[in-house]
């Protein structure tokens, strides 16, 4: 079974770019079943989606975000991340890493880690 | 791509149905029978209970069940249970391998 478990800075300053990585146990980071994603969840709020890869290093960004998002794949360490630049207080939230069933299914989640965008 | 429609909150007694409602446009739920369902209980990560439209993954409860009626997609609990009582979110697929969300409907057992 799957486990994805997200690591990275929970303080993020205001113009600076929140980094966060996504290990993936139990299976293969670059198996063809799956696609890989990152969603978060601003406190209170609901959920978004912020981009998908496949694992041959394709990608796929919300409209919204695309200009500030990029998401890369490291298969040695079986690791996948997500860099958002330019953040304001808006981009405060749980960010959570998942893999994809067939590209449109949210199968398994990590955790989540809190990344808060403060002075 | 804008959020899919869900109420803000639905409720029920223990033993009964509930539906939540998820509307979308020809764009997304309308296009395709890729929605998914997602339990989240405070403080946890969402849980997928229903993919492509009316699928169970191994460990969901047949208590949910799916389904689509053009634009809209809706999840059914039945027999409903304190252990519902959560939020649920609705998640279509969108084209070009784009996903789109629904804004979140919590469900309360009173």
């Known amino acids: 079974q799957l486990q994805l478990q997200e690591s990275g800075p929970g303080l993020v300053k205001p113009s600076e770019t929140l980094s966060l990585t996504c290990t993936v146990s139990?299976?293969?980071?670059?198996?063809?079943?799956?696609?890989w994603g990152w969603i978060r969840q601003p406190p209170g709020k609901g959920l978004e989606w912020i981009g998908s890869m496949y694992y041959s290093g394709s990608t796929y960004y919300n409209p919204s975000l695309k200009s500030r998002v990029t998401i890369s794949v490291d298969t040695s360490k079986n690791q996948f991340s997500l860099k958002l630049s330019s953040v304001t207080a808006a981009d405060t939230a749980v960010f959570y890493c998942?893999?994809?069933?067939?590209?449109?299914?949210?199968?398994?989640w990590g955790q989540g880690t809190l990344v808060t965008v403060s002075s | 791509q804008s959020a899919l429609t869900q109420p803000a909150s639905v409720s029920g007694s223990p033993g009964q149905s509930i539906t939540i409602s998820c509307t979308g446009t020809s764009s997304d739920v309308g296009s395709y029978n890729l929605v998914s369902w997602y339990q989240q209980h405070p403080g946890k990560a969402p849980k997928l209970i229903i993919y492509e439209g009316s699928k169970r993954p191994s460990g969901a409860s047949n208590r949910f069940s799916g389904s689509k009626s053009g634009n809209t997609a809706s999840l059914t609990i039945s027999g409903l249970q304190a252990e519902d009582e959560a939020d649920y979110y609705c998640c279509s697929y969108a084209g070009n391998s784009a996903l789109v969300f629904g804004g979140g409907t919590k469900v309360t057992v009173l």
């Open positions: 139990g299976g293969s980071i670059s198996s063809s079943r799956n696609y």
């Open positions: 998942a893999s994809l069933y067939s590209g449109n299914s949210l199968d398994y």
